[in-house]
Each structure stands twice: as C-alpha cells, then as structure tokens.
C-alpha cells in the first residue's frame, strides 16, 4: 500500500516556474514506476511525465518535454515535477500515481494523489 501527498501547486504567471512534489508512504515505493498526470476543466486526465523505479528512465509529454524535469528520491520516498516556462495551457489540477510500470495509460497505475491546483495566468 502507498499513501501520495502532493504540493508545491500555486498561482504562477505565465513563464514562471513551480516544483510540484510529492510525498509517499508505504515500504515498497522504491519498487513502483511514479507518474505525473493533470485534468483541466472539462478534459480528460493526461499523461505528463513518468519515471522508473530507479530513476535511470524518463518519459514526457510532448508538451512537457524541455519544459518539466521529473525526478525522485527513493531514500526521502519522495517525487518531484520541476515545471519551467509555465503556460496558461499548463493550468489544471496535478496528480502524482504509482505502478508496475512506468507507462502513459492512467488506467494502469495503482495508487493516486489527491492533486494539487496549479494555475498559470496569462
């Protein structure tokens, strides 16, 4: 079982920065795939960013890639979304998910977050 936290959303103009980060409890962390999605009004929830147990694999959302840095710290049993050049198109509610695997299908991941608001003004 993994209980995620999420923090670190805000109110941020657009091409400013924000560090979403998120807490996991539970032993077997080190063990799962972590994942980054967000849902905006009215849309589905989309993949943004997803990275390996260890940490050696990354993948992004073509919209995300150059602009956000996932990463993780498995000792802190924490993961982190670094988001740079933010965009009023980023504005939508974050969550952090853990699976087997580390792959885009939300449907395959476990375990989920409660989200945390970010909101990129123009």
């Known amino acids: 079982q993994v209980q995620l936290v999420e923090s670190g959303g805000g109110l941020v103009q657009a091409g400013g920065s924000l560090r979403l980060s998120c807490a996991a409890s539970?032993?077997?962390?080190?063990?799962?795939?972590m994942g980054w999605f967000r849902q905006a009004p009215g849309k589905e929830r989309e993949f943004v960013a997803v990275?390996?147990?260890?940490?050696?694999?990354?993948y992004y959302t073509d919209s995300a890639k150059g602009r956000f840095t996932i990463s993780r710290d498995n000792a802190k049993k924490m993961v982190y979304l670094q988001m740079n050049s933010l965009k009023p198109e980023d504005t939508a509610v974050y969550y952090c998910a853990a699976g087997d695997v580390a792959v885009v299908d939300a449907n395959l991941y476990v375990f989920w977050g409660q989200g945390t608001q970010v909101t990129v003004s123009s």
């Open positions: 990275i390996s147990w260890s940490g050696s694999s990354t």
């Open positions: 539970g032993r077997t962390f080190r063990s799962f795939a």
